[in-house]
C-alpha cells in the first residue's frame, strides 16, 4: 500500500506502475480489485496532497499581497 509520507511524486510513480500492470502480460483478475483500491487510494491521497499545496500556496500568495 502507499505510504501518506511518500512525496506527491513517489505517489505519481507507484500509480503508473499500478496503470501499467493493468496492461500487462502479468494481469490477473484474482490480483486486479486489490490493485484497484490500491490505485484509488492513492489518486485520492494525490489529490489531497495536491489540494493542500495548493491551499499553502494561495495563503503564501495572499501573505505577498498584504506586503
Keep these: 500500500m502507499s505510504d501518506k509520507n511518500s512525496s506527491i511524486e513517489e505517489k505519481m510513480t507507484k500509480l503508473r ?3 501499467e ?7 490477473s483478475l484474482e490480483a486486479a480489485t486489490k490493485k484497484f483500491e490500491e490505485a ?4 485520492h491521497e494525490i489529490e489531497h496532497d495536491l489540494t493542500t499545496m495548493k491551499n499553502t500556496v494561495t495563503q503564501l500568495k ?5 506586503v
Design 21 to 27: 500492470w493493468f496492461e500487462s502480460d502479468d494481469f
Design 62 to 66: 495572499e501573505s505577498f499581497e498584504e
Design 40 to 43: 484509488s487510494k492513492l489518486a
Design 17 to 19: 506502475q499500478l496503470a
